[in-house]
C-alpha cells in the first residue's frame, strides 16, 4: 500500500517510529508534504534517511501571505532534490481565508508554472464552506486555462459532484479517513466512479483519521483502513486496490 499524501513532520511520534509502523503496516511508499519553506526542508531531510519516504514541496494556500518571485525560485530550487515528485500542496483554501483571496490565486498560478517546468505532478488543496463550491470551481476553471495536460492529484478528494469532471480531465482523485465518516457516505461512493487508473489513497496525516482510529492523531499506517472501504465500495479485494494504488503511485510519483 502507499500514502499518497502525509506531513510527517506534524505527525505524533518519533520520526523513525512512524516510519517503522507504516512499514509493518504493509505502506511501503509514502509521499510527505511540505506546506512551507521551513516544512520543504524538514521533508527533504526525512526522505534522505528513510527509502520509503518522498517529497512534494511547495506553499499551502493557508501559508500564502508574503508569497513572492522568491518564495518561488525557493521551491524550484528545492524540487531539483531526487527526492522530491511532486510541487503542492497549492490551490485555494476559502473555508480558512488565514491568507488573503489574491495571495493564494498567486501561489497557487507560479506553483503551477513550477510544476509545468519541471514536469512535475502538482497536489491540488481545495477546501471550501459548508454547502458552497467557490474555490473547487475555481480551482478546476484555473487549471483548465493554465494547467492544460498537466499531471493533477486533488488530495483529500471533497467535491463528488466533480468527480465525473475530474476523470474526463485525467486527474488523480486522492481519498483520505474522511470518507470512511458514516456523514459523509458521498465521498465513500465517489470512490466507486473514479478509473482505476487515476484513484489513490492518503492519510493527510496528522489530519482525517479513518472511522476505526477516529479521534486519534492520524499516520501513514492507518491509510490501510482507508484502503479497506474504498476497495469494499468498488467491489473489489484489498489486494487488487492494493496493485492499483501502487501502480498509479509509481506512474505519478516514479518510485
Same mark, same amino acid.
Given at each position: 500500500?502507499? /500514502?499518497?499524501?502525509?506531513?510527517?513532520? +506534524?505527525?505524533?511520534? !518519533?520520526?523513525?517510529? @512512524?516510519?517503522?509502523?507504516? @512499514?509493518?503496516?504493509?505502506?511501503? &511508499?509514502?509521499?510527505?508534504?511540505? +506546506?512551507? $519553506?521551513?516544512?520543504? &526542508?524538514?521533508?527533504?531531510?526525512?526522505?534522505? *534517511?528513510?527509502?520509503?519516504?518522498?517529497?512534494?514541496?511547495?506553499?499551502?494556500?493557508?501559508?500564502?501571505?508574503?508569497?513572492?518571485?522568491?518564495?518561488?525560485?525557493?521551491?524550484?530550487?528545492?524540487?531539483?532534490?531526487?527526492?522530491?515528485?511532486?510541487?503542492?500542496?497549492?490551490?485555494?483554501?476559502?473555508?480558512?481565508?488565514?491568507?488573503? !483571496?489574491?495571495?493564494?490565486? &498567486?501561489?497557487?498560478?507560479?506553483?503551477?508554472? %513550477?510544476?509545468?517546468? +519541471?514536469?512535475?505532478?502538482?497536489? %491540488?488543496?481545495?477546501?471550501?464552506?459548508?454547502?458552497? =463550491?467557490?474555490? %473547487?470551481?475555481?480551482?478546476?476553471?484555473?487549471?483548465?486555462? *493554465?494547467?492544460?495536460?498537466?499531471?493533477? %492529484?486533488?488530495?483529500?478528494?471533497?467535491?463528488?459532484?466533480?468527480?465525473? /469532471?475530474?476523470? $474526463? &480531465?485525467?486527474?488523480?482523485? =486522492?481519498?483520505?479517513?474522511?470518507?470512511?465518516?458514516?456523514?459523509?457516505?458521498?465521498?465513500?461512493?465517489?470512490?466507486?466512479?473514479?478509473?482505476?487508473?487515476?484513484?489513490?489513497?492518503?492519510?493527510?496525516?496528522?489530519?482525517?483519521?479513518?472511522?476505526?482510529?477516529?479521534?486519534?492523531?492520524?499516520?501513514? !499506517?492507518?491509510?490501510?483502513?482507508?484502503?479497506? $472501504?474504498?476497495?469494499?465500495? *468498488?467491489?473489489?479485494?484489498?489486494?487488487?486496490?492494493?496493485?492499483?494504488?501502487? =501502480?498509479?503511485?509509481?506512474?505519478?510519483?516514479?518510485?
Amino acid at each position: 500500500m502507499i /500514502d499518497s499524501h502525509t506531513h510527517l513532520f +506534524l505527525c505524533d511520534g !518519533a520520526e523513525d517510529e @512512524l516510519v517503522s509502523a507504516a @512499514l509493518e503496516a504493509g505502506v511501503g &511508499r509514502m509521499l510527505t508534504i511540505g +506546506l512551507d $519553506e521551513d516544512s520543504n &526542508r524538514a521533508s527533504i531531510a526525512t526522505a534522505e *534517511r528513510h527509502e520509503a519516504v518522498f517529497v512534494s514541496v511547495g506553499r499551502h494556500p493557508n501559508d500564502a501571505g508574503g508569497f513572492d518571485e522568491g518564495a518561488a525560485a525557493d521551491i524550484a530550487e528545492l524540487a531539483a532534490h531526487k527526492k522530491v515528485r511532486a510541487i503542492g500542496e497549492t490551490g485555494l483554501d476559502f473555508y480558512r481565508e488565514t491568507a488573503g !483571496a489574491e495571495e493564494q490565486r &498567486r501561489a497557487f498560478a507560479a506553483q503551477i508554472e %513550477i510544476a509545468s517546468d +519541471l514536469g512535475l505532478p502538482i497536489v %491540488i488543496h481545495a477546501r471550501d464552506p459548508e454547502g458552497e =463550491s467557490g474555490a %473547487i470551481d475555481e480551482i478546476f476553471a484555473t487549471l483548465d486555462a *493554465r494547467a492544460a495536460g498537466q499531471t493533477v %492529484i486533488l488530495h483529500c478528494f471533497s467535491a463528488p459532484r466533480r468527480v465525473d /469532471d475530474a476523470a $474526463e &480531465r485525467g486527474w488523480y482523485c =486522492s481519498f483520505a479517513g474522511n470518507a470512511t465518516y458514516p456523514g459523509a457516505k458521498d465521498l465513500l461512493f465517489a470512490a466507486a466512479k473514479v478509473p482505476d487508473d487515476l484513484i489513490l489513497v492518503e492519510t493527510d496525516a496528522p489530519y482525517l483519521a479513518p472511522q476505526p482510529q477516529r479521534g486519534k492523531r492520524n499516520q501513514p !499506517a492507518y491509510v490501510v483502513e482507508t484502503a479497506r $472501504e474504498i476497495a469494499d465500495v *468498488r467491489g473489489i479485494s484489498y489486494a487488487e486496490l492494493e496493485r492499483t494504488v501502487e =501502480s498509479n503511485a509509481r506512474t505519478l510519483f516514479g518510485w
